[in-house]
């Protein structure tokens, strides 16, 4: 066959199965370009799925009739100010997008240039550009994309439902809006708006949080650490989400880099790295971090759909994610989500049948409690909860010490219930201890911290233990033994199907070490299933987290009053110490101030 060169049509349609796969890309194309027109509201209409009808509204510079007809052109842009690739501070530049779409479906562009006195039309029906006319639009461009991909069938084959379409619009237009807080933005069906942003008042840590509460939710808002860190011209600012809100998929991490909302494995990589164990295992958090940096670090012209982009130094954008990240986590320190204690307190409902206290009532009743101080736990602390095995002197030692210990952020333990949580009291709120959970990090990160500082102390066990488990948990134990023993353990064969325990962490205690190798098994052999044989140095959390818990007071366990408090402690001086290795956490706080509206106080 003779080689011939491709009409331009054709042409167009091939590139428009680069640029447009799918409605989403359509939106995604016409939404930046309005962006870069410098809109400052910003109307996306999609109809059936966006395959009927995608219209984009904006208020932006506008077109006149000359760059009008240019722009349905294919190569024909106007945001490369010199021939260079290197310096684009627009998300647009290949000039593909107009052209593209025309090829595909019947396309409409009507436009005012600012200043300009009439607005002009022009229309392009799968690639038959006709002519421009006049015509009526107050000011900027108004885009509408008609029975997109008509002129393809084998692509409109691929379109998914068009529930899914929709949802990938509304996911298109959030990651542009959440990029750019500082202009408004709706999103309708063509029969009802489904959002609706007003535009945020400027300061990017703060008009990017408002936004982000409106995008992500209130919860995020509530437990959302701020991100500040900058290493030479390149800077990050952003939110982290506290570990202790996870999701089930990574859909609520965005990266967006000089305006540009991306998907890059550098942001997967950093919040590995900088949750690493702070969140369960399959479970992802929240994070939104802006990066910052001059144009020519970076090289934008990876994709067509320009969602990929390439670093110039990503070693030195990677460590400044990271390190800005843990930076705001560690400084966050034990605490944890404030929307689970919210949560906790919307379900501690005063019971129906129970009529609320009339404000005479009402106001007999706090006047006869006085301080708010008076809970009963401090009275009830005294006697009935006391520690069997503890001297009641001990209670006394404590509650005498009250006064220092509300001033300590987890405040002073004033009962233990169930045998498993700690009731503690602090200035102004009521926090209820896991004590399992706790105690689980705090061994944990006692481990970690070993281990880093030389190796974990082990002590031997007076009488080895043989512990019986199937042959394969027993070799998959035994394959790892020279690790295991790095880690304080020391494990060896023992019969074809049996392991003995000569040795163990220290810092376990007297903990149940069939149990434990039990537990060790299981997480080596699902995490071999799930990684195939990897080091284990990648299970290494695992391993230690698995250690922790069987090393930790379990829940069930009653605690002296002093032993309650040098838990509370301790958390407070260790990182991370406000969610368990599972990502529970470990306690939570009642405000005195919401405690008191359950009662009608407030
Ligand atoms: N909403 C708009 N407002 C003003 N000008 C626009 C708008 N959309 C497109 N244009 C003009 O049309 C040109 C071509 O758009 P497009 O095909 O998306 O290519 P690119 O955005 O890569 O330049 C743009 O460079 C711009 O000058
Ligand atoms: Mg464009």
């Known amino acids: 066959m003779a080689i011939r060169q491709l009409p331009p049509s054709l042409i167009n349609r091939i590139a428009a199965g680069e640029v447009v796969e799918r409605p989403a890309s359509v939106v995604k194309e016409l939404v930046e370009n309005a962006i870069d027109a410098g809109a400052s509201r910003i109307e996306v209409t999609a109809t059936g799925g966006g395959l009927s009808l995608i219209r984009v509204t904006d208020d932006g510079a506008g077109m006149g009739p000359e760059d009008l007809a240019l722009a349905v052109e294919r190569h024909a842009t106007s945001k490369l100010v010199d021939d260079e690739l290197s310096y684009i501070l627009t998300l647009g530049f290949r000039g593909e997008a107009l052209p593209s779409i025309g090829a595909v479906a019947r396309l409409s562009i009507t436009s005012r240039a600012r200043g300009a006195k009439e607005a002009y039309q022009i229309a392009v029906d799968a690639g038959r550009k006709s002519a421009l006319k006049p015509a009526a639009l107050a000011a900027g461009t108004e885009v509408e994309v008609r029975d997109l991909f008509y002129a393809t069938p084998a692509r409109l084959k691929f379109m998914k439902s068009e529930r899914a379409e929709a949802a990938a619009i509304a996911d298109t237009v959030k990651r542009l809006a959440l990029a750019h807080p500082e202009i408004a933005f709706s999103l309708s069906t063509g029969e009802r708006t489904t959002l609706r942003l007003e535009a945020c008042p400027p300061g990017l840590l703060n008009h990017a949080l408002a936004r982000l509460g409106r995008i992500l939710g209130s919860d995020f808002v509530d437990d959302a650490l701020p991100v500040k860190a900058a290493c030479g011209p390149v800077s990050v600012e952003g939110f982290a ?39 369960p295992h399959g479970r992802y958090p929240m994070l939104t971090l802006f990066l910052t940096l001059p144009p020519d670090e970076v090289d934008m012209n990876v994709h067509p759909a320009k969602t ?23 400084a966050a320190g034990h605490r944890a989500t404030a929307s689970l204690s919210q949560s906790a307190l919307e379900r501690m409902a005063r019971p129906s049948d129970m009529p609320s206290p009339s404000p005479a009532a009402r106001h007999y009743t706090y006047a006869s409690q006085g301080s708010p101080r008076a809970f009963g736990f401090a009275e009830r602390a005294q006697a009935p909860l006391a520690d069997v095995a503890a001297p009641s002197a001990d209670m006394r030692g404590a509650a ?68 019986e488990l199937d042959g394969e948990a027993a070799a998959s134990l035994l394959s790892v033994a020279d690790e295991l023993e790095r880690l304080g353990l020391v494990v060896e ?55 922790a818990c069987h090393g930790s007071v379990r829940a069930g366990r009653r605690l002296s009053p002093d032993e309650m408090n040098a838990l509370l402690r301790d958390m407070e001086k260790t990182p991370f110490s406000g969610q368990c290795n599972h990502g529970r956490p470990t306690y939570i706080e009642l405000k005195l101030a919401d405690i008191e509206k359950l009662f009608s106080r407030r």
């Open 241 to 279: 989400g506290l570990p202790t809100l996870h999701r089930p998929n990574g859909l609520q991490l965005y990266l967006v880099v000089n305006g540009r909302p991306v998907r890059d494995k550098l942001l997967a990589g950093t919040v590995r790295a900088a949750y690493g164990d702070l969140v």
């Open 308 to 330: 990929e982009l390439r670093f110039r130094d990503p070693n030195a954008v990677r460590s400044l994610l990271i390190g800005s990240v843990r930076e705001a986590l560690g």
């Open 400 to 467: 005498g010490e009250d006064d220092a210990q509300t001033d300590y952020p987890l405040g002073a333990a004033r009962a233990q219930v169930q045998d498993t949580f700690i009731i503690a009291e602090t200035d102004d709120a009521l926090v209820i201890v896991d004590q399992h959970a706790a105690h689980e990090r705090l061994v944990y990160e006692r481990l970690k911290r070993a281990l880093s500082n030389g190796g974990i102390a082990r002590q031997m066990l007076l009488i080895p233990e043989v512990i």
């Open 493 to 547: 064969a023992f019969g074809p199907s049996a392991v003995v325990v000569r040795e163990v962490p220290a810092l376990l205690g007297s903990c149940d070490v069939k149990g434990l190798l039990l537990d060790l098994a299981n997480t080596l052999l699902e995490a071999e299933e799930e990684e195939g044989r990897r080091q284990l140095a990648a299970r290494l959390d695992q391993v230690l987290s698995t250690m």
